[in-house]
């Protein structure tokens, strides 16, 4: 029997994230996951200063080895619709690779990690719990996105009572004929609103790789909207006519639309597979690092008595950073009002981008005082 002292299932930024805290504070962690890394993963891929500096990451030394793009401008719009692009006196976020972040992060987590290891089981015993019927961990913490298993064995009801945001997105390298006439600036991500405001697309030029995607509140007509979405790009000479690969597609909850249980007796949630990703932008890896580490926080306080009464902290202090979590109404009069509000620079600019997208107006998490 692989005995540990936790046992993280998900090794994407905020299975790594809580792995790097708690085992550089002594803790004996395993990280397991079905994928082999590096792995693809479906994302746009930016992250902001706040989620730099939480993540102790060496922006240049990191970019000698991976792709790590400036972000100095935005271009916003309604698909079908012109266009504005907002400029930043500086970098306000950084394009990465998904492949490459999420590798360097369990890379340098210091956790033992079993790749290429699907969750299969996970049962009591005792004071610990037994995945797999190999693995001994007093604590289980789920971190496989939005269909962890961990997740839905605290009783998540996937695909039933759960409000769920689909997204379809492709990146790959651009040929040198097609980075030649790609008119996509590298700095400056572009965010095309649907007409109806139930969802939006982008497409972001990161170095030499482009990625496209749309994601919507309902999964329902996703693939027309993204077809359409497509044309339009096509149209004004954003993307290739032809793209060269098939649209992966990806699923997650919106913070305040998820009634799933977050703690239990040895077991924890975290990031997307405890539905926290931002209401208005669908951003994950903020809430997926912030959720890991005070998570992180809340297990030392523990001091290795993993029962829920010990864990509940972390619940009430995730609605303390996060907020109650309550969406507004988006109906025909609101709907109507924000499709002329996003003619407006400065509602681009001081609502759209810096208060949604870059959460400018949170005050960041310092490290060591999660």
């Not at 299969?120 to 913490?141: M, T």
């Not at 006519?241 to 077991?267: C, E, I, M, T, W």
């Amino acid at each position: 029997m692989n005995g540990c002292d936790v046992l993280i299932v998900g090794g994407g930024p905020a299975g790594s994230s809580a792995a790097w805290q708690l085992s550089r504070h002594g803790l004996d962690v395993v990280v397991m996951d079905k994928a082999e890394f590096p792995r693809d993963k479906v994302c746009a891929g930016w992250i902001t200063p706040a989620v730099i500096g939480l993540l102790e990451l060496d922006v240049d030394d990191y970019a000698k080895r991976h792709v790590m793009q400036p972000i100095t401008a935005f271009r916003t719009g309604l698909i079908d619709g012109e266009s504005m692009k907002i400029e930043y006196r500086s970098a306000v976020s950084y394009g990465i690779r998904r492949s490459e972040l999420d590798n360097h992060l369990l890379l340098r987590s210091g956790a033992r990690v079993l790749s290429s290891q699907p969750f299969k089981s996970l049962k009591r015993n005792g004071g610990d719990w037994i995945v797999n019927d190999s693995i001994s961990a007093r604590l289980v913490i789920g971190a496989g996105g939005h269909f962890c298993p961990v997740a839905r064995f605290m009783g998540a009801k996937l695909g039933t009572n759960e409000h769920v945001i689909a997204a379809k997105e492709m990146e790959f390298e651009m040929s040198p004929m097609q980075s030649d006439t790609c008119r996509v600036s590298k700095d400056t991500p572009e965010l095309y609103f649907c007409r109806d405001l139930k969802g939006y697309g982008w497409c972001f030029r990161k170095g030499n790789y482009l990625n496209i995607g749309l994601g919507r509140e309902e999964t329902h007509g996703l693939s027309e909207n993204l077809e359409h979405f497509c044309d339009f790009l096509v149209q004004c000479g954003r993307i290739p006519a032809r793209l060269p690969h098939r649209f992966q597609g990806h699923a997650y909850l919106l913070y305040g639309q998820s009634n799933r249980k977050l703690v239990g007796d040895g077991l924890l949630l975290i990031g997307d597979a405890a539905g926290l990703a931002s209401p208005q932008s669908g951003e994950g890896i903020r809430p997926a690092v912030e959720s890991a580490l005070i998570a992180a926080d809340t297990i030392l306080a523990a001091d290795m008595e993993y029962r829920k009464d010990r864990l509940s902290p972390y619940a009430s202090r995730l609605s303390q950073r996060f907020g109650k979590g309550t969406l507004a109404k988006t109906g025909p009069m609101r709907r109507a009002i924000a499709r002329v509000l996003l003619r407006n620079a400065w509602f681009n600019k001081h609502v759209v981008l810096d208060r949604w997208f870059l959460h400018a107006h949170q005050e960041a998490l310092l490290p060591g005082r999660f």
